[in-house]
């Protein structure tokens, strides 16, 4: 699965064209068609014009079939094997079931664990490419946390900056401008938390 057609097919169910979602949304024609043609990875701030233009959140703007979204093919979190005789249960998220989404230049990838149907909690496990920035992340009321799995992360919140390694956590204000940079040569992977969310989150 694609955010192109993700996209598409949102837009078409509210029987928009691009130049009215384009207007909406505050972007261009052009990014908004190469989107959905797949030529085109959108940053967050791009995902979240577009996600509020269309009246959905992020994670019902990519889908809740497990796979990648991006300009990659769909690929289930762990080749799409289940435990045998798994039950659905609504607090439960299988990791074969996890949405993914990969965003901006550098690629960041972040898979939502969130169960289905949460509503005040939003955890996610995001993956920081060696050389990666996450300098586009969406703000709001409400607070934002984390723990950092593996690797090395400089997160800077306002004017401050935290050098983070494996085992560290942190938490703030979600309201203040807040960025995530990988300066190592080392892939990172940040268990990502958002508590009172808005709508576009």
Do not use: C
């Amino acid at each position: 699965m694609r955010i192109g057609i993700r996209l598409r097919a949102l837009r078409a169910e509210l029987g928009l064209t691009i130049p009215a979602l384009a207007a909406k949304a505050g972007l261009s024609a052009g990014l908004i068609s190469q989107i959905e043609r797949g030529q085109a990875n959108p940053s967050m701030r791009t995902i979240q014009r577009l996600t509020m233009a269309l009246g959905v959140n992020l994670w019902a703007f990519i889908g809740e079939a497990g796979g990648e979204v991006g300009n990659g093919a769909a690929a289930p979190a762990n080749g799409g094997a289940e435990p045998r005789g798994a039950e659905m249960l609504p607090f439960v998220r299988r990791r074969a079931e996890r949405p993914r989404v990969v965003v901006g230049k550098s690629r960041m990838v972040k898979e939502l664990l969130s169960p289905r149907g949460e509503r005040g909690l939003r955890f996610m496990m995001v993956t920081l490419p060696p050389g990666g920035t996450a300098d586009e992340m969406l703000t709001g009321p409400g607070e934002k946390g984390g723990y950092v799995v593996s690797g090395r992360v400089a997160l800077t919140v306002g004017e401050r900056q935290a050098d983070l390694a494996e085992g560290d956590s942190f938490q703030f204000d979600s309201r203040h401008p807040h960025s995530l940079a990988n300066h190592s040569a080392q892939a990172a992977t940040v268990i990502w938390i958002i508590s009172i969310l808005e709508p576009h989150l």
